[in-house]
């Protein structure tokens, strides 16, 4: 199957650059995979789209400030660098804009400087080296940006920390949201409980793994960077529990389907699992857990969009985005959003 099997054309006047206020009053998409039926909702609606006995299971990683804004030490340029990954206490890879070389080094805010140990210049991924005493990872709450993606074309706003972190976000670690979760509410959570709708947790620190392109011509041969997951065994036995009574699990974005579906092939029955998962979904791909999803409208060519096209056909995915576009649906980070059932 090609890459570009999975293109699509949007105006660039439907990407989302603000979140909708409050969040659960953007749009939802309601998708049936078995009669292929479209339905125009409010998410504020998802309690009478799900049943009493349904499981709905959530990311509960948090964003961190990995978007730092420096100098260099010897000529004053203005260095824009997002983390990436923790290769090492205080070491990162890192997405560098501007021209640097290994021995760079480079001044943050409070006093905090680095040096470049890796360079390559057909890339802008480096390893940098941070000169601290601290662990930078607390310091980075003082000093970071929250990293919006490139396709937001506007300055970070204080109130994007906030904004783009789900309101369940407690275990830091994510360099990108689970975006499917941020139109939650804690009164819509708890709206969910009262309709009897067991809410449950995974972790994963959405990462490289996530959002990275895909380049390869055919779609077998990208390699997905792993990212880190943890399943409780409360989680993983309470969805046995909703597997045996014959209702739905349902995950809250492709982070979630991506644990629940790697969980699934550890064949590991109730035990905790943590480790990393390099899972890629793409269609062909047969689903043991998940019945049901939540999710954003995605980039296209895209892991994410694969992974709903595996869970949906992809014809039908596709007829249903280029229904969403001619509804004026919001897309990507801060848009609308999607429910197949």
């Given at each position: ?34 009669t292929r ?65 290994v021995g ?36 980075l709450f ?200």
């Amino acid at each position: 199957m090609k890459t570009d099997d999975f293109e699509y054309t949007l105006d660039p006047s439907r990407i989302a650059q603000t979140p909708t206020t409050p969040r659960d009053h953007s749009k939802l998409m309601v998708l049936s995979r078995h009669t292929r039926q479209i339905q125009h909702r409010k998410f504020r609606d998802l309690p009478t789209l799900l049943a009493p006995g349904d499981t709905l299971v959530i990311n509960d990683t948090a964003v961190i400030p990995v978007r730092l804004i420096g100098r260099k030490r010897q000529s004053g340029g203005r260095i824009d660098c997002c983390l990436i990954k923790e290769t090492g206490l205080n070491t990162w890879d890192a997405f560098i804009r501007g021209k640097v070389h290994v021995g760079q080094e480079i001044e943050f805010p409070n006093t905090i400087t680095a040096t470049v140990t890796t360079a390559n210049s057909e890339t802008t991924r480096k390893r940098i080296t941070f000169h601290s005493s601290h662990n930078l990872r607390n310091q980075l709450f003082e000093i970071g940006l929250p990293p919006l993606p490139p396709y937001i074309k506007r300055t970070p706003d204080p109130k994007d920390m906030q904004q783009y972190q789900t309101v369940y976000a407690t275990v830091p670690g994510a360099i990108a949201a689970p975006t499917a979760g941020l139109h939650f509410t804690p009164e819509l959570l708890q709206r969910l409980r009262d309709r009897e709708v067991t809410i449950l947790n995974i972790t994963l620190h959405t990462g490289l793994g996530t959002f990275l392109p895909v380049h390869a011509l055919n779609i077998s041969d990208h390699q997905i960077e792993p990212e880190w997951f943890q399943v409780s065994s409360t989680t993983l036995r309470e969805i046995q529990k909703t597997k045996a009574r014959g209702s739905r699990v349902i995950a809250v974005g492709t982070t979630t389907v991506k644990t629940l579906e790697t969980v699934a092939q550890c064949d590991a029955s109730e035990k905790p699992q943590e480790g990393e998962t390099a899972l890629f979904i793409y269609p062909g791909f047969q689903f043991h857990t998940v019945d049901a999803m939540i999710t954003n409208f995605h980039l296209p060519k895209t892991t994410l969009l694969m992974l709903v096209c595996a869970f949906a056909k992809k014809s039908l995915v596709l007829e249903a985005y280029k229904e969403a576009i001619d509804n004026d649906y919001r897309f990507y980070s801060y848009g609308d959003a999607m429910l197949i059932l």
